[in-house]
């Protein structure tokens, strides 16, 4: 399978959702876990991320997957600089949801020199899911491997209330 098309640069690294049959298995993938999710099942970690937009002050949700590493929580952007980043790097507080339970928390991001042993847990566990977007680099890579598609991939530390 190719890779998708992205940003040629690592801090603007943007994967957008295609038209491709590809892209609607993956979507269709998404949706069903966003649903369970919806519903009060988390499956692998999946919550439903809500920040307020930057803009319209607004709730925004999306699927996510919450990565508990060494005694901490993060989440990472595998589709890299999406929406709900930029909202979360203004609001810089949101809400994890798994049915009617609501967690509030706290996000700081990480520089890109502490990522690499979160981006390796998070492929180690979640690799067949979004290894697509992460450009060949896997749990077993290099760590300058890691640093090196770092910038195009923001995670944040996840402090709740």
Sequence with gaps: MS???QSPDPATR???PTSRLGAAAVRLLINL???LTRA???LWGSRVLAVRGRK????RTTPVNLLTHEGAQYLVAPRGHTQWVRNLRVA???ELRVGRRSETFRAVELPDA??????REYLRRWKWEVGYFFEGVDAGSPT?????????FPVFRVTTD
């Design 3 to 5: 890779q998708p098309a």
């Design 144 to 152: 300058g491997e890691l640093l090196r598609i770092a910038p195009g």
């Design 92 to 94: 810089g507080t949101g």
């Design 14 to 16: 943007l994967i957008a």
């Design 114 to 119: 502490d990522k690499p042993e979160v981006l």
């Design 56 to 59: 319209s002050g607004e709730w």
């Design 33 to 35: 876990v966003a649903a």
């Design 40 to 42: 009060g099942i988390s």
